[in-house]
């Protein structure tokens, strides 16, 4: 059975740092379009970040470009979200998504992704 599990979220004070990660089991990320989404209460999800097949392309959402870093470390099967300089918006409930078809292709469409995490909560403020 597929699953994305991710961790790190808590608490951070702006302009603070913070990494996440999301583990993959049973499935393999090396052949594998991955990023990340978030949700804010009574928001849209927003595309956060993906990055293609053997680290290729990257893309990040206008709010966060610059500050965050995504990442993959397909050995471990695991990808990481290096959110830096923190701002109270930045709160959210944070999803990690996986996809064959998005391995050569980045997309920032939350349909083109089949496998998601259930989230990690980040909150950002003093």
């Known amino acids: 059975q597929a699953q994305l599990v991710e961790s790190g979220g808590g608490l951070v004070q702006p302009g603070g740092s913070l990494t996440l990660s999301c583990a993959a089991s049973?499935?393999?990320?090396?052949?594998?379009?991955v990023g990340w989404f978030r949700q804010a209460p009574g928001k849209e999800r927003e595309f956060v970040a993906a990055?293609?097949?053997?680290?290729?392309?990257?893309e990040y959402g206008e709010s966060v470009k610059g500050r965050f870093i995504i990442s993959r470390d397909d050995a471990k099967n695991i990808v990481y979200l290096q959110m830096n300089s923190l701002k109270p918006e930045d709160s959210a409930t944070y999803l990690c998504?996986?996809?064959?078809?998005?391995?050569?292709?980045?997309?920032?469409?939350?349909?083109?992704?089949?496998?998601w995490g259930q989230g990690t909560q980040v909150t950002v403020s003093s």
């Open positions: 998504v996986a996809d064959p078809k998005r391995a050569h292709v980045i997309s920032r469409a939350e349909v083109s992704f089949d496998y």
């Open positions: 990055i293609t097949y053997n680290s290729g392309v990257a």
């Open positions: 049973g499935l393999t990320l090396d052949n594998y379009g």
